[in-house]
Structure formats: C-alpha cells, structure tokens
C-alpha cells in the first residue's frame, strides 16, 4: 500500500515537472500575440505580419508586409539582351578600348541605342608626334645657319642745281643679311596641324663707307663709316590642317592641308631618337617620304592636354526585336533605316545575362561578341509589363504610413524589386481603429493576383 502511494506521488511529480518545462519552451509564442499570413505565386511570395488581432479603440496595429522575389525577373522573352553590352569583338577582331568604344543598349520597349565613342590615350593618340617641332634641317631648304648676304645701297642725301649744272652727295651702305627660314609644326590631340613659316631678316650692321659730291663733273670723296644695329624685323605665314598617325611598325605620319583645291597631302615613314611613348623636349624626328625629301626636327614643346576632342561620341537610335523559337535577333536604326538580323546565343542557359556574360550574333553582315555591362534599371516602367504596386487597406480603421499623420481607408506603394530570385521590398504600416467597440474589421494587402487578409477585433478601453 505504501509503495502504491509513493509511485503515485512520484508520477504526479514528474508529469507536473514536464508540464512546467512545456510551458517555459512555448512561452514565447504565448506571449507573443502577433499573426503572420503569406501567399504565394509562381512569381512572387507576399507575407503579412500583425502585432495583434486585438486591438483597443485608442490603440494601433503595426502591420509589416514584404514581397519577395522567387524565381528570375520573367519580363518577357528576350530578357537575356536587356541592358547595356559593350562590343568586344567584330569578326574576330578585339575593338581595343582605347581607340573606338561600341555600346549597344537594348531596352525593354524593344527600342535600343548604340553610342560610338572614340577613346583616346597617349598611344592611340600618336603621343610620339604631338607637341611643337621646329625643322632643323630639310631637303628643300639649308636650314641650319641660313644664308649670309652683302647689298650695297646707293642713297641720294642732297641735290642742287647752279645754272646748267646739277650737283648732287650721295652715299654708300653696306648691309648684312643673315635670313634665316623657319618651320614650325604643332600637333595637336584633336589631330589638328599648324605648320608657320617664318622668314627671319637680321639687319645686323650698315657700313657707311663713302660720302661724295661732284662740283663741275669733279667727283669728290669723304671718307667715313660707322656701325648701326638694327632690330629683327620678320614675315611669318600659316596654315592649317589634320594630320594622322600609325603606330606600327612603318610609323606613318600623314599630312593634309585644305588651303588648296584637291588639298595636299604628304605622307612620310617617321622614326625617333628615342622609343618612349611621349618624346622629350629636345629630341629629334625624322621623316622620309617616297620622293625622298627628308625632314628633320626638334622638339621644343610638349602637349600637356589629352582631352578627348567633342566630336568624338556619335549616338544612333533604332528599334530591335527577337524570335526565341529561332533565336533571330533584328535591329533596326532610324539612320537611313539600315537593319540587320542574324542568330543570336549566349554563354549562360539562365533567363537573365549576368554583369560579365557574353553574347553573339552572327547576322550577313558581321559576327559580333558582346559583353555584358549594365542590367537594365528596375525603375523602366516596361521592365516586367506588371502593375507594381503593392496595395495595404483596412475594414474598420485606417492606414497610416511610417513616419506620416495621414490616414485612408488604404495606401498604395509603388514597388521596385530588383530581378534575382530572394529580392525583397518591406512597407511598415499601422492600423487605428475608426469603428465602435466590440465591432469587427480586417487587414489587407494585395499585389496582382496576391491577395491576404487577416480579421481583428476592436474592444471598449
């Protein structure tokens, strides 16, 4: 009998031991009054989170809703090519980014733009050549001392008449020249030419070395000189032009000048004295052209500006569609309505391109590779053909934003999501009872065809 109570006493013990154990595992969720419902599509996963089904008349509900992303963006069918890619490729060929740039981008309402950027650096840009260069020496011209001359010049200083006689002094110059030509050329980045031609007279000394008269045809002399410096006196003439270069292994360099019908145009197989991408002041250039005049110059001056010139971007703008059975891409611009179409394929099997990817298309024209470089922005109205708003509304009460005094009977947020699987958007909201006590109402949010709603209570404080 004894051992009878005594194993009914410890059972009841441990029973009431479990039971208190189960109650201090759950009594958070006991606590906790709040009320979570979702819903889900094929698309997207809408939830909404309550703090409380009850709610007095002077009191709130918070209200949390998310919408998640499940699967990738499903736009429309050539979602792979939305976006922007730069074109690294043209039958084979890399397009080097420092010397022409290509980006194509293809936008959701099948409209695309291609812009066309020549880049330039001090490579493309043959930095070798650009700056000032005086001519040192030319197959045309002695250009290293220039020329001395001697002119005697005969000057009248006075003339008198007695009866049938006339009676004049006159006197004899001397004059040194020492005329020196000069070229000039500039080379500029924006590929534009200024050749001057300077012609320099030094008027360097005049020797006064007789002065005469005749009286009664007798000649007589005076003997005299002296010395008298002259200041540099110049003629100067311009011209304009482009000029272009290749830096291969020939180093060609072409001039063009337009100051003549036809224009002119030289082109020479350039060398340095020294193989560095910018030349230093003070080095030298030579060029040979196929009649073998030659030229040799000096640097002076350096081009310190490698701006990229303003003309250098051109944009054009044009249509563009897509046959998925057949993978047939076909762009269409609006300049002389030129149009191209040819398969297209991609080096991913996914519904989006990622940053990075690659795309091709072959047309009969060109075969082209891609890269990617851009998504397309989530905020294009066309970018998923979805009216997305996100919709929280009451029965019973009214809706009020986060950080706002004014309340509806619903608000409507405008959703940006970006286009990968887990994407969310959050809205806090909170509800306030407008209905009497002991009334019922509800909560609910709606996104498309998503639609939760959760009931609450309204009681008297």
């Known amino acids: 009998?004894?051992?009878?109570?005594?194993?009914?006493?410890?059972?009841?013990?441990?029973?009431?031991?479990?039971?208190?154990?189960?109650?201090?595992?759950?009594?958070?969720?006991?606590?906790?009054?709040?009320?979570?419902?979702?819903?889900?599509?094929?698309?997207?996963?809408?939830?909404?989170?309550?703090?409380?089904?009850?709610?007095?008349?002077?009191?709130?509900?918070?209200?949390?809703?998310?919408?998640?992303?499940?699967?990738?963006?499903?736009?429309?069918?050539?979602?792979?090519?939305?976006?922007?890619?730069?074109?690294?490729?043209?039958?084979?060929?890399?397009?080097?980014?420092?010397?022409?740039?290509?980006?194509?981008?293809?936008?959701?309402?099948?409209?695309?733009?291609?812009?066309?950027?020549?880049?330039?650096?001090?490579?493309?840009?043959?930095?070798?050549?650009?700056?000032?260069?005086?001519?040192?020496?030319?197959?045309?011209?002695?250009?290293?001392?220039?020329?001395?001359?001697?002119?005697?010049?005969?000057?009248?200083?006075?003339?008198?008449?007695?009866?049938?006689?006339?009676?004049?002094?006159?006197?004899?110059?001397?004059?040194?020249?020492?005329?020196?030509?000069?070229?000039?050329?500039?080379?500029?980045?924006?590929?534009?030419?200024?050749?001057?031609?300077?012609?320099?007279?030094?008027?360097?000394?005049?020797?006064?070395?007789?002065?005469?008269?005749?009286?009664?045809?007798?000649?007589?002399?005076?003997?005299?000189?002296?010395?008298?410096?002259?200041?540099?006196?110049?003629?100067?003439?311009?011209?304009?032009?482009?000029?272009?270069?290749?830096?291969?292994?020939?180093?060609t360099l072409t001039i063009h000048f337009y100051d003549i019908q036809g224009g002119e145009h030289n082109t020479f197989a350039t060398t340095f004295d020294i193989d560095v991408a910018t030349i230093p002041v003070g080095s030298f250039m030579y060029w040979n052209s196929d009649n073998s005049h030659s030229v040799v110059l000096q640097k002076t001056n350096s081009s310190t500006i490698f701006n990229t010139p303003d003309d250098s971007t051109a944009s054009f703008q044009g249509g563009w569609t897509f046959s998925q059975s057949a993978d047939v891409l076909t762009v269409t611009t609006t300049l002389n309505n030129e149009e191209e179409t040819g398969n297209i394929s991609f080096d991913t099997p996914g519904s989006v391109v990622p940053e990075g990817g690659y795309m091709y298309w072959t047309t009969n024209e060109n075969q082209y590779t891609f890269e990617k470089k851009n998504d397309p922005g989530y905020s294009d109205p066309n970018f998923e053909n979805l009216d997305m708003d996100l919709i929280v509304s009451a029965l019973g009460g009214d809706i009020l934003v986060l950080n706002s005094t004014f309340g509806s009977e619903y608000k409507s947020f405008e959703v940006e999501i970006g286009s990968a699987t887990g994407e969310e958007f959050n809205a806090t909201c909170f509800f306030e009872p407008s209905s009497s006590a002991g009334s019922n109402g509800y909560i609910s949010t709606q996104f498309n065809d998503l639609t939760l709603t959760i009931s609450i209570y309204i009681i008297q404080d």
């Open 1 to 251: 009998m004894f051992n009878q109570t005594h194993n009914s006493k410890m059972t009841k013990s441990i029973l009431f031991t479990i039971s208190f154990l189960f109650i201090l595992s759950c009594q958070d969720e006991l606590l906790d009054p709040s009320v979570t419902k979702s819903v889900s599509n094929e698309n997207f996963k809408l939830s909404m989170t309550i703090s409380d089904d009850i709610v007095h008349e002077d009191g709130n509900i918070k209200v949390d809703v998310s919408l998640e992303r499940t699967v990738d963006a499903p736009f429309f069918l050539p979602n792979k090519m939305l976006g922007e890619w730069y074109l690294r490729e043209m039958d084979g060929l890399p397009l080097e980014e420092d010397s022409l740039q290509i980006v194509y981008k293809f936008l959701a309402d099948s409209t695309f733009g291609i812009s066309k950027t020549f880049s330039f650096n001090s490579k493309s840009l043959g930095s070798q050549v650009l700056g000032k260069w005086n001519v040192s020496s030319d197959s045309d011209y002695q250009l290293v001392h220039g020329y001395d001359t001697t002119t005697t010049v005969e000057v009248t200083l006075n003339e008198w008449s007695i009866d049938d006689t006339m009676y004049s002094v006159t006197t004899q110059d001397i004059i040194h020249i020492d005329s020196i030509r000069v070229f000039e050329y500039t080379f500029s980045n924006d590929y534009g030419l200024t050749l001057t031609d300077k012609i320099k007279y030094n008027y360097m000394t005049v020797n006064k070395i007789d002065t005469s008269y005749e009286v009664n045809s007798t000649v007589y002399h005076t003997e005299f000189t002296w010395d008298t410096t002259y200041s540099i006196d110049s003629m100067s003439t311009y011209r304009d032009g482009l000029w272009d270069y290749s830096h291969d292994n020939i180093a």
